[in-house]
T-cell receptor, first 115, second 116 residues
């Protein structure tokens, strides 16, 4: 069965510092991978997704993620944190040939940014 | 651009009461989903509908029923609410389809449900 593990339920960085949010998946075949962001009292919106076209994926707001098959990882990074990046971030997988395209989510990582 | 619309946004129920959460999407998507979000547990799939006329159980279906009324609408019903169903509920939709797992899901704003 597919599963997703996000290391660290809370991550705190200073404004301008590197953001690194970790995500590992378990799957017998490379799945589709997603990062979503949730701002307070809102729904989720897509940051970026991996669909096998390229291992380094660029998303919105300066975020990017690298798919590493050997490490079964899909970590999210941003070179320089901004106060507006404070939110909860979810990694998700979708198995290939998955009827209906349902997503399996990790537990979430809350990012706080200190001035 | 309405996207995915959920009603109501907030609800308080007494144990044993029933209610239906409504969801509608205007993107002509094939697939729709209901998730619940609980602290430290991420989002867990309750039910989904891969296409109009079909519904399937997700990870946590017990205590819930769904109806795919038409391509636009997908409702979630709690027949006899329990305190364990206190949660934030999200409806989502995607192009979906039978052979592709890589389509983006679009989420509604959520319904905050408290069962006392």
């Amino acid at each position: 069965a597919q599963s997703v593990t996000q290391l660290g339920s809370h991550v705190s960085v200073s404004e301008g510092a590197l953001v690194l949010l970790r995500c590992n998946y378990s799957s017998s075949v490379p799945p589709y991978l997603f990062w979503y962001v949730q701002y307070p009292n809102q729904g989720l919106q897509l940051l970026l997704k991996y669909t096998s076209a390229a291992t380094l994926v660029k998303g919105i707001n300066g975020f990017e993620a690298e798919f590493k098959k050997s490490e079964t990882s899909f970590h999210l990074t941003k070179p320089s944190a901004h106060m507006s990046d404070a939110a909860e971030y979810f990694c998700a997988v979708s198995p290939p040939y998955n009827q209906g395209g349902k997503l399996i989510f990790g537990q979430g990582t809350e990012l706080s940014v200190k001035p | 651009n309405a996207g995915v619309t959920q009603t109501p946004k907030f609800q308080v129920l007494k144990t044993g009461q029933s209610m239906t959460l409504q969801c509608a999407q205007d993107m002509n998507h094939n697939s729709m989903y209901w998730y619940r979000q609980d602290p430290g547990m991420g989002l867990r799939l309750i039910y989904y509908s891969a296409s109009e006329g079909t519904t399937d159980k997700g990870e946590v279906p017990n205590g819930y029923n769904v109806s795919r009324l038409n391509k636009r609408e997908f409702s979630l019903r709690l027949e006899s609410a329990a305190p364990s169903q206190t949660s934030v509920y999200f409806c989502a939709s995607s192009e979906g389809g039978a052979a592709d797992g890589g389509t983006e899901a679009f989420f509604g704003q959520g319904t905050r449900l408290t069962v006392v």
